[in-house]
């Protein structure tokens, strides 16, 4: 237990990061518990690690068409993601150059221009400012529009998944995800893949990095946390997310990968899609693959899950984003996604399995719910700084990776371990105190 001498009132952003260095040790497994209540890390990580690094904005099936947008937040600032007549996804900050109104407050839509409805300045979804009302009168004939073009964000995309990121010095989107790239395939582009409807939104009083610690290694909670399942006859036992590997990569990505599974639970008639679009070991891990649960840093966790569906195997694919909105708040954004060459009696099938398991009336999501929000309740306040309350995160620091496995990473041959919770934390600390 380690304890700070520092007066919490006098305590600035310097001294907090300090601190940090000081406190923070992800390679003994000791993590404070006051990185999930103290406000003081939730302004330096925006400024840190949300304003510096790729964050996930959605799937590029939202916006299929020309002139169709979607609004979405970039660490907490509005963004319009637009596909312009060219075909080009752009990103323009949702705020008009003339006297900073948000320019578009629709959720998705389809338009090729935007207008202020505070003054009426009009811009095409390029950006490009095209109209000022009453412009020779009140400005004059040399007036100059090219200046008042809409500031544009940097948008890239992996297999359909779309980020954006401020940094404008950020590395490539692919060098970002590096050797994590080989698991999105399977997640993402293993087939054309779609979005069902609007994603859900949700609000759960909780810290953020609650639900990226989660997703990123944490199958240690399914047999007590989830233990009704196996009351229910949904799985054979409380062991049974033991089974198959935990691997991380560099920048703090990580997930666990559960297998064998006894049935190929995807649709049968694309076997041929998904070997046209995976290499023959990514076919393998797919065909044999229970699961698949992780977090891309800093907040995109994703799964692949399935259950019985009318007496068949169906799985279900969604990504969601644990979007701060305060230390002790966060906004869930959830995607279901699906292969778009399935049948419609499959995809019908595949949501129902989502939404039974993991959407906000879902088992696992209300389980899962309420130990975030109590687990951010007891560490907010000064109390845990002060004490120097530490989390435990040595679970496997005795185990050694394996060398056989087909994919790359680091990786370990079953799934109880915390091995990817301390990567990620790794990396985050990286991140605040560089």
């Keep these: 237990m380690m304890k700070t001498n520092i007066k919490l009132e006098e305590m600035s952003q310097t001294d907090m990061i300090d601190y940090l260095k000081e406190s923070v040790q992800p390679e003994s497994g000791a993590i404070p518990a006051f990185l999930l209540g103290d406000p003081k890390v939730y302004d330096i990580e925006h400024k840190k690690v949300f304003l510096k690094t790729w964050l996930f904005i959605g799937h590029e099936s939202e916006i299929p068409n020309k002139n169709d947008f979607i609004t979405r937040a970039i660490a907490g600032y509005s963004v319009i993601i637009t596909r312009g007549a060219d075909g080009e996804i752009r990103g323009l900050y949702n705020m008009c150059t003339h006297r900073g109104m948000k320019l578009c407050r629709a959720d ?7 207008t202020c409805p505070y003054h009426g300045f009009n811009f095409k979804n390029t950006g490009d400012c095209i109209g000022v009302p009453l412009q020779k009168d009140l400005y004059g004939e040399g007036f100059d529009k090219s200046g008042l073009g809409l500031h544009k964000i940097r948008i890239e995309s992996y297999k359909g998944l779309m980020f954006g990121t401020w940094n404008d010095e950020a590395e490539p989107l692919v060098d970002f995800l590096g050797d994590f790239k080989w698991y999105l395939d399977i997640l993402a582009g293993r087939a054309q893949m779609e979005v069902i409807g609007p994603p859900q939104r949700f609000i759960i009083q909780s810290n953020w990095k609650i639900g990226a610690d989660n997703f990123v290694g944490d199958s240690y909670h399914t047999m007590v946390t989830h233990g009704s399942i196996v009351k229910l006859g949904m799985v054979p036992s409380a062991t049974y997310s033991k089974k198959g590997y935990q691997i991380y990569t560099k920048n703090g990505h990580g997930l666990n990968l559960g297998t064998p599974n006894p049935d190929f639970a995807f649709p049968e008639e694309l076997k041929e899609e998904y070997k046209s679009n995976l290499t023959e070991e990514q076919y393998d891990v797919l065909f044999n693959l229970k699961n698949m649960i992780g977090n891309i840093f800093p907040n995109l966790s994703f799964l692949i899950s399935h259950t019985k569906v009318k007496g068949q195997l169906i799985s279900n694919t969604s990504v969601r984003l644990w979007r701060p ?22 995809k019908r099938r595949s949501r129902e399995s989502f939404i039974l398991t993991f959407s906000p009336s879902g088992i696992f999501e209300q389980d899962d719910t309420e130990v975030f929000t109590d687990i951010t309740a007891a560490a907010a306040g000064p109390m845990p700084l002060v004490k120097g309350l530490t989390y435990n995160y040595t679970m496997g620091l005795h185990r050694k990776p394996v060398a056989d496995f087909i994919g790359p990473g680091v990786v370990f041959d079953d799934k109880f371990t915390e091995a990817n919770q301390r990567n990620f934390y790794r990396y985050w600390l990286d991140l605040m105190t560089s």
């Design 108 to 114: 998705a839509g389809n338009k090729s221009s935007f």
């Design 325 to 346: 909105v305060d230390v002790d708040k966060m906004e869930v954004i959830t995607w279901f996604l699906v292969e778009k060459n399935a049948s419609d009696d499959w």
